[in-house]
């Protein structure tokens, strides 16, 4: 593991994972092929499609080139394999050297095909053309979407290697090397998934990640997935302009409080139980007076005279679901990472009270 051989190749696998698929540490360093190639690609903002022409293609190029450079490396990280001189090299890393110069060449070739008549053979300028009308070509629905894309009332999700963006008139998806586009008169939408998280990368709550399928009309049109999370699931209704199906057995928790009451009741099935006296008779929940009252604040985080949380006297009044709502209903929306450790008042008596001290009734 002390050789510089070993070192260099772990170091620069690590690099190469992390260039290719820029975790958000790589994005805040500046080292991604947009910020490097920024003067050439231009703005996004200002020319949306002609900037992922020119992306899609320094990509492709930028990743072919990471096996070339790591021979390079090589080169002086295993100076006694003679790898700047290939003719003496071993035969597995003249192999080597081969696809990594093929890689470049192909790649190379590949983006002056695409870029061949002003980029009209590009996958995304192959695309547009499908929805060009007859007198018009692929630049004039490209201009369409450099307008939309300009307007604040976009939206758009997602990190930046699998971004969601829905105008006024389009739905597309941006990828590493594609951008996938579909008009919203000709497509069908349809959840097909939904996978729950315990924890989200930006807060300690679960999120619900869904998965829709984007399905063109036309049979030239590939249909595509778009992911995203259930609490922006509104948002996107609201900018489309057709109902999204469900697929049966999927459930979409659209807002954080549906997030957060599932959390609840799991954190309080596992804190100790109480049980009602046998002379004591368990009355309708007085928050939504539907269901039997189901939870007894008892004071089980700390000793009883130690801490913020207070003991409360109260009866069972409450089901697990109204003091879920009203134990949310306490919290700073703007802060949803302090919910589950923030303590609040009892709906009757006000003694303080924080999630370990709801006892489910048995």
Not at 69 to 90: H, I, T, V
Not at 125 to 134: N, V
Not at 161 to 171: E, F, L, M, P, S
Not at 194 to 208: A, Y
Request: charged share 15%.
């Amino acid at each position: 593991m002390d050789s510089p051989e070993v070192t260099f190749t772990l170091a620069y696998l690590v690099f190469a994972v992390c260039f290719v698929f820029t975790p958000n540490e790589f994005y805040s360093a500046g080292l991604t092929v947009q910020n490097l190639l920024s003067g050439w690609l231009g703005s996004e903002d200002a020319a949306f499609v002609p900037y992922h022409l020119r992306r899609t293609s320094a990509t492709l190029l930028c990743h072919s080139l990471l096996p070339l450079g790591y021979y390079m490396g090589m080169c002086f990280a295993a100076s006694e394999k003679q790898l700047y001189s290939p003719g003496q090299a071993s035969e597995a890393w003249q192999l080597f050297l081969l696809l990594a110069v093929t890689l470049p060449l192909v790649s190379c070739t590949l983006i002056y095909y695409w870029s061949w008549d002003k980029w009209t053979r590009h996958p995304l300028a192959q695309t547009l053309a499908l929805y060009a009308l007859p007198q018009s070509g692929w630049q004039a629905v490209a201009s369409s979407i450099n307008t939309e894309f300009r307007r604040i009332d976009k939206f758009a999700t997602g990190a930046p290697g699998a971004r969601v963006i829905v105008t006024d008139t389009w739905v597309m998806k941006v990828t590493t090397y594609r951008v996938r586009v579909a008009q919203q008169q000709d497509v069908h939408l349809t959840v097909t998934e939904s996978r729950q998280h315990d924890l989200s990368p930006d807060s300690n709550l679960p999120v619900q990640l869904l998965t829709i399928r984007v399905a063109s009309t036309s049979p030239a049109m590939q249909p595509f997935d778009i992911r995203l999370n259930s609490a922006e699931y509104g948002e996107l209704c609201e900018k489309l302009h057709a109902p999204i199906r469900s697929a049966a057995n999927v459930v979409i928790r659209q807002s954080l409080g549906d997030l957060f009451l599932e959390t609840f009741a799991s954190l309080v099935e596992v804190n100790p139980a109480y049980s009602v006296p046998s002379n004591q008779e368990l009355e309708a929940c007085i928050g939504c007076m539907q269901t039997r009252a189901s939870v007894k604040l008892v004071k089980t985080c700390q000793e009883p005279a130690v801490g913020e949380c207070q003991q409360c006297y109260c009866r069972p009044m409450w089901c697990l679901t109204c003091m879920g709502k009203w134990f949310a209903s306490r919290q700073d929306p703007q802060r949803p990472d302090t919910w589950l450790a923030s303590r609040v008042p009892c709906p009757t008596c006000r003694a303080r009270f924080c999630i370990l001290d709801v006892c489910c009734i048995r």
